[in-house]
């Protein structure tokens, strides 16, 4: 789950993480009013979306008097932005937030993950802030410090020194960066974070440390146990089918293909997907109904696949062990009785009463072909989706 920048800062302010001040707005007045609240002689005004790369394309700008935050704030709100981390659609800017101008002496990357392959969590740090860390990866590595952190001893001032020492820090910048490291490590630790990311930390001309943006992701596994991260969650940001999709329980994922695909299990719908692919077919989209579904659920998930214009033929792909074969056969037909499916619907099922299952896809009359082999079933939904 992802969090707006604006809702970020407040969890940095609550963990002792300096920021620039600021407040969101959502009118062009409110984004005036906080302008005024802040004082000063200039502000940046920030599109709030989910996504990197806004200032880029329009997303940030810097306004030197109330006139240009009413204007910027008119030019944002309301609209979509598109990012290279978006689609070609972009995502719907409902707020912007405004802080006051600071001076930037210099500019830091730093950062604090899960790396699975270490099973650590480590922090990620360079002098190379506010720019693209992926290609100062490739092109400069040389410049940025990995930091893993020993989940039995935990964060070690040490750690936080030697980070501040390899980013040219002096004096008080050396507390002031531990400060923030720590910060930013309890928080991880407290909310069941991924990714925290500054980018940049910035060193003011007065030599103090603020984080200029700041990006959290969570667990999505365990933020139910956090109410207050929860009540964080922007469905406007997020694509409608998915959030359709939680709502039953069903783990879907838009994809720019043209097959449908229903599989229980996300192993094996990774296979099925691959197997598409292989066939020289494109995936819709990514569908997990679960071990333990039942009719209702079935026919929502084929109702939510069905909603996508573009599936021009679907694969139910289902090993039935906890879920019976049956019982997804009925949901299946129920599902294309209730929305009248018209497109070519291939059903490969395996498992717990299979044969059950095949008897009632036989004969119905309808646009179903069954199958016994999956690979068999991945060349007809090919096929078939060709061939609409």
Not at 2 to 16: R, T
Not at 190 to 215: C, F, H, R, V, Y
Not at 351 to 367: D, F, K, S
Request: with cysteine.
């Amino acid at each position: 789950m992802n969090i707006h920048e604006y809702q970020a800062k407040q969890l940095f302010n609550a963990y002792g993480i300096a920021s620039p001040k600021g407040m969101f707005a959502t009118t062009p007045q409110e984004a005036v009013n906080v302008a005024k609240e802040l004082g000063g002689e200039g502000w940046v005004v920030k599109a709030q979306v989910h996504a990197g790369g806004r200032g880029k394309v329009g997303g940030v700008k810097v306004a030197k008097d109330l006139t240009q935050v009413a204007e910027y704030s008119e030019e944002m709100l309301g609209k979509r932005l598109v990012t290279i981390q978006t689609d070609h659609l972009g995502l719907p800017i409902n707020s912007v937030l405004v802080e006051g101008l600071y001076p930037i002496q210099r500019e830091f990357y730093l950062s604090i993950l899960l790396d699975r392959s270490t099973e650590r969590i480590i922090f990620i740090a360079s002098i190379a802030g506010g720019m693209d860390i992926e290609a100062i990866a490739h092109d400069s590595p040389e410049q940025i410090m990995t930091l893993p952190v020993h989940p039995a001893a935990g964060m070690q001032g040490y750690q936080c020194r030697k980070v501040a020492y390899s980013l040219g820090l002096k004096g008080g910048q050396v507390k002031a960066l531990t400060k923030i490291m720590q910060g930013m490590y309890d928080l991880f630790i407290d909310k069941d974070a991924t990714q925290i990311e500054i980018n940049p930390l910035i060193e003011t001309d007065s030599g103090e440390l603020l984080a200029l943006d700041a990006k959290i992701n969570f667990d999505d596994n365990a933020v139910a146990l956090h109410s207050d991260i929860l009540a964080m969650k922007d469905p406007s940001q997020e694509d409608d089918k998915e959030n359709y999709a939680q709502q039953y329980g069903l783990n879907y994922i838009t994809l720019e293909g043209n097959i449908g695909c229903m599989v229980n299990g996300a192993g094996l719908a990774m296979a099925t997907m691959d197997l598409v692919k292989l066939k020289g077919g494109a995936p819709a989209n990514f569908l997990d109904v679960g071990g333990g579904t039942n009719v209702e659920k079935v026919c929502e998930a084929f109702k939510l696949i069905l909603s996508d214009t573009s599936v021009k033929a679907v694969l139910v792909n289902i090993f039935g062990g906890i879920v019976q074969c049956d019982v997804i056969a009925s949901g299946i037909l129920a599902a294309i009785e209730q929305i009248h499916v018209t497109i070519p619907v291939v059903v490969r099922l395996e498992g717990t009463n299979v044969e059950e299952g095949r008897a009632l896809l036989t004969n119905t009359g309808l646009n179903i072909y069954p199958a016994d082999d999956l690979a068999h079933a991945a060349e007809q939904v090919v096929a078939l989706a060709e061939a609409v």
